[in-house]
């Protein structure tokens, strides 16, 4: 489990289920809450208050920078970024990839608080990008109760290192070969997804040569607009 989260939640309405969901990343028992939120009138940071189970929340008004620059600039000291009701995939792509941390969506359409991440799926292609989101998800991986390796064809044999790392750190894991055409391939994952009841789904972003069927950036839009669980984003 993730010490530190910035959390950015578009619609005041949702704060209470986005740092339900929020509180459910961090450690029992300890973590820090920096609440980013929009009011442009100032940049200045209140003090830390406790939340119950040992959990602290600090709000820091965006100010001057743009909303891009504000989550890269508060994400240095976070372990991950969690964000609710953003639309805006340039600056999902540029918050992903300048950030250098973990970032987590909530679903754009499902509004019900989601559950804890325990069943978790990886998308697997032996990218970077997806070496760096399986070492950026561990924390939650080691929690989970399920995890599912999403393979994409032709990697059999890093899906078989993965999944022995992924064991030398108390995780066992479940192969699922993935493989779709790329006009498919948002619906074939949706749909993995749902049949192993996931609660969350972790994928490598934003990569700069398209690797497999199912990591491009057109999936990754539509996934980003359609998916009905939450998505760990890492580049």
Known sequence: MYQDLL????????????????????????GLIVRLHDDSSSDSEVCAAPLEGGVLLTEV???????????????????????????????????????????????????????????????WNGSLQCRRALHAALPL????TRVVMFQAGGHAADADAACAYLGRHGVGTLRIDSTAAPADACAHLTELSRRHELDLLVLGAFPH???????????????????????LLAH
């Open 7 to 30: 959390v950015y939640c578009r619609d005041p309405a949702r704060w209470p289920d986005v740092l339900a969901y929020a509180r459910c990343l961090l450690t029992p028992g300890a």
């Open 61 to 123: 008004a965006r100010g001057a920078p743009s909303l891009t620059e504000a989550l890269v600039q508060h994400s240095a000291w976070t372990d991950a970024v969690l964000i609710d009701g953003l639309d805006d995939l340039t600056v999902w792509r540029s918050v992903v990839c300048d950030s250098a941390r973990p970032c987590l969506v909530l679903p754009a359409h499902d509004r019900a608080e989601p559950p804890p991440p325990r069943h978790i799926g990886l998308g």
């Open 141 to 144: 991986l080691q929690d989970a």
């Open 209 to 231: 040569v398209r690797f497999s069927e199912w990591d491009g950036a057109t999936t990754l839009a539509r996934l980003l607009r359609s998916a009905d669980m939450p998505l």
